[in-house]
C-alpha cells in the first residue's frame, strides 16, 4: 500500500559527507512526521531525527549541528544530510513516516527497508 524506499548511503572517510533520501510511494493524501533511525550492530534502534509536515524539526544529541533532516511534501520523501561524519554515525539507518494518510484510512507507521552508512576513522 505503501513503501518507503531509502538511498545514499555507502562508505565514507570520518570528515566526510552523505545524504541519505526516503521517498514514499502509493495513494498517499497526506504524512505527518517522517523520522530517521539508525541501528548500530548490537545497540537498539535509536532516533536521529524527526520533522513535521509543517517543517518543525528535532534531533538527537549526537547528531545536533552536524545532521540536517529535510522533507519535500510534493514528492512524499525526506533527506537527511549527515556533515562530519565520525565512526560512530555507523549503522544502519531508516526512514519511518508517522500517520500517512491514504485512500481508505490511516497508516500509523511506515518503515523503509534501511539503508547502510559504514564511517571509517
Do not use: H
Request: with cysteine; proline share 2%; hydrophobic share 35%.
Amino acid at each position: 500500500q505503501v513503501q518507503l524506499v531509502e538511498s545514499g548511503g555507502g562508505l565514507v572517510q570520518a570528515g566526510g559527507s552523505l545524504r541519505l533520501s526516503c521517498a514514499a510511494s502509493g495513494t498517499i493524501f497526506s504524512i505527518n512526521a517522517m523520522r530517521w533511525y539508525r541501528q548500530a550492530p548490537g545497540k537498539q534502534r535509536e532516533l536521529v531525527a524527526v520533522i513535521t509536515s509543517g517543517g518543525s524539526t528535532n534531533y538527537a544529541d549526537s547528531v545536533k549541528g552536524r545532521f540536517t533532516i529535510s522533507r519535500d511534501n510534493a514528492k512524499n520523501t525526506v533527506f537527511l544530510q549527515m556533515n562530519s561524519l565520525k565512526p560512530e554515525d555507523t549503522a544502519v539507518y531508516y526512514c519511518n513516516a508517522r500517520d500517512v494518510v491514504v485512500l481508505g484510512g490511516l497508516l500509523r507507521d511506515c518503515w523503509g527497508q534501511g539503508t547502510q552508512v559504514t564511517v571509517s576513522s
